[in-house]
Structure formats: C-alpha cells, structure tokens
C-alpha cells in the first residue's frame, strides 16, 4: 500500500500479490504499463501539421543541402579529407609492405622472386601510390603540427598551407614517378 497525501495506491505485482521488495516494486511501476495516467493520442501527421509537430531544435533557418555533389567546399576540407584518406590507405599499405619485407628477408631465392614481381608495371603503380601517399600524409602532418604552434591558424593561413601541401605533394609525387620509373 503506497500513500500519496491522502490517497491511498495498492501496488499489486503480475501475480496480484503485494510486493514488498522494494526493487520488485521499482520494477513494477516503472515496467508497468501507466495505468494512472492517459497520454493524448498523437495527431495524425500529413504536410499542413507537420510543422506544428515537430519542434525545430535550433533557430538557424538557413536552407539545408544534403545534395553532396552540389556543396562547394573550402580547399582546407579538401585537404583534410585527403589526409585521411592517406592515412587509411597507408594503414592497408603497411600490410602489403610488410610482407614484402618478410619475403626479401626469407631468403635469396624469394628475395629474388620479390624483385622480379616488384618489376611488373603493375607493382611500380602500387609502389609510387604508397609512395605518393606517404609524402602528403607525411606533409599534411607537418602543416598540423606548423599549426599547432599557432602559424596559419587563420581561415586564409589554412587556405595558404593546404595550398604548399597540395603543391609540395604534386611534386613530391612526379619525384617519385621517376625515380620509381
């Protein structure tokens, strides 16, 4: 028996009993279905009410583009989207690197394989892409730590260094094409 001011609430458990532990009884009324209390029934949502029913959270009333092929973004996101997917691609590349230590350490037959596949057309790709990787991630790390000391932390100092590391990273990359070539 529960009382509340002046009424009086019998709590009775799915079996009709009364509980009398305290956690059986917190479970009980907060499991429960409400019986004391009648929630409204929501409206029926069509497009002349649903601006009145749903609350917005926030005053901007600026227009909202999910189009992603339409939005302009800044050089600095382009450049940030670009240092990880680097870092990705270098994480997947440590793998293939890896191994190919393993085989050039294993002995000389398979470090003799290991040079003829690495010889292919095809391998000199992969090698100048992990290569072309390495050097922006390398680069654009640099620009964060640069950044970090408080030198280009301005909207244009961040226009101005993804430039150098866009720039800088082209070069390094035809660098590596012919020494790899």
Known sequence: MLTAGHVNFSVLG???QALTNCNRLSA???CAPMRFW????LPAVNETNLRAIVRPTSKDTRPVNLDLGTIQLPVTAYASIAHRVTGVLMFFASFLLLWALDRSLASEASFDALSEVLSSPFAKVVMWGVASALTYHALAGVKHLVMDTG?????RGGVIGARIVFSAAFTAAI???VAIW
């Open 38 to 41: 009648h929630r409204p029934d």
């Open 14 to 16: 799915a079996d009709r």
């Open 151 to 155: 030198v280009g932390e301005t909207m």
């Open 28 to 30: 009980q009324l907060y």
């Open 175 to 177: 660098l590596w094409g």
